[in-house]
């Protein structure tokens, strides 16, 4: 199989460039526009106005801390909280934090200074904090019976 496959390629490289196939590529090779916020000359101009001083961090590494996020952020203004969210069980990063600072001001500053930065080998993405949406109430707990046994309502097998 490998010799029939060199003899092919030896024989598509002394062929000349008019007989080979030509493939249409469906894209353009230059880039026309880009959305990517730090591309502009303005350094990321084109990010809509912050609303509040906390920024949420993704892109965190497994091995992020709370104090290299700290130490991270706190070039840009006074930090007040640097947050990687873990998880319970585990313990390890989810990847993704929370930096809240003083003022919308500093939180703005850092935004643009951190985004699309490397922090211990990864790239991290800087957004604002969206407001955490409240938890759907829990539904009732069944009410034991006379017998003092719960009845599972569940319809179908189970196996």
């Avoid at 894209?27 to 526009?33: C, G, T």
């Avoid at 949420?56 to 590494?61: A, E, K, N, T």
């Avoid at 991270?72 to 929370?98: I, N, P």
């Avoid at 500053?109 to 991290?124: Q, S």
Wanted: charged share 25%.
């Amino acid at each position: 199989m490998a010799l029939s496959s060199t003899l092919g390629l030896r024989r598509l490289l002394r062929a000349s460039p008019s007989s080979l196939p030509q493939w249409k590529w469906p894209f353009s090779p230059v880039r026309q526009s880009s959305s990517f916020p730090l591309d502009d000359a303005t350094g990321g101009g084109n990010l809509p106005p912050l609303t509040t001083p906390k920024l949420f961090v993704s892109g965190l590494s497994r091995l992020t801390t709370d104090e290299k996020l700290r130490e991270a952020f706190s070039a840009y203004g006074q930090l007040l909280e640097a947050k990687v969210v873990t998880d319970r069980v585990s313990g390890r990063s989810k990847g993704f934090g929370f930096v809240r600072f003083a003022t919308i001001e500093e939180a703005d500053k850092a935004r643009h200074g951190m985004n699309a930065k490397f922090l211990d080998g990864w790239v991290i993405f800087v957004d604002p904090a969206k407001p955490r949406e409240p938890k759907p109430p829990r539904p009732p707990e069944p009410e034991p019976s006379e017998t003092g046994i719960r009845t599972n309502k569940t319809i179908g097998w189970c196996g």
